[in-house]
């Protein structure tokens, strides 16, 4: 395959940001946020269901919308997912075993009573903390609150990345037995993305 000069000439002015590969960044299935001020609702986090040139149909909860590119101000694609939810659920589970088994070990034995007496008598009264079971019970509840707590503030957000904008793209194709065929795409106007 043999590259033409002028071409050659194009990718290096045009540079490594020129949207080469920028059709990848877009596939069908990614999750998207994307800021639309004219719009009511202003910033909308959903899957990609398709693009063309004018418009992005997206999938937010169990609605589908269009966005037209002209009033897409900002496009951020998801690099990782949150996990605060199961950072929380970790954090439950651990804090409600370790306060469980805390709980188990302060609590009172049922059988001992604490004689109490005043000028009119003595009399014994019960436990002043729980018996083992419900102490095991509302040490693990409290525990595993805080672990919820704990798990979902440590755990990591979801990673957006900012995609370039489209203004200027470049593609390359070969073309059989001609070598590589190449187009240039200039967006003037409104926003492209």
Request: net charge positive.
């Amino acid at each position: 395959m043999k590259l033409h000069r002028s071409t050659l000439l194009l990718m290096v002015l045009l540079g490594p940001n020129s949207g080469l590969g920028a059709e990848d960044v877009l596939a069908p299935g990614a999750r998207l946020r994307i800021t639309a001020p004219p719009h009511p609702r202003h910033q909308f986090v959903g899957t990609l269901i398709a693009e063309d040139a004018d418009s992005l149909r997206l999938e937010v909860g169990k609605e589908v919308i269009t966005l037209p590119r002209q009033s897409v101000t900002k496009l951020e694609i998801s690099r990782a997912r949150s996990r605060k939810t199961r950072g929380a659920h970790i954090g439950l589970l651990a804090g409600a075993v370790s306060g469980a088994a805390l709980g188990y070990a302060i609590g009172e034995d049922s059988s001992q009573s604490v004689p109490f007496c005043t000028f009119g008598g003595c009399a014994t009264l019960g436990p002043f903390w729980p018996n083992r079971p419900t102490s095991a019970v509302i040490v693990g509840i409290f525990f595993g609150a805080v672990g919820a707590g704990v798990g979902a503030l440590v755990s990591p957000r979801e990673k957006w990345e900012s995609v370039p904008s489209r203004r200027v793209r470049l593609r390359l194709a070969p073309t059989p037995g001609r070598g590589v065929a190449a187009q240039v795409t200039i967006g003037f106007g409104g926003r492209t993305r």
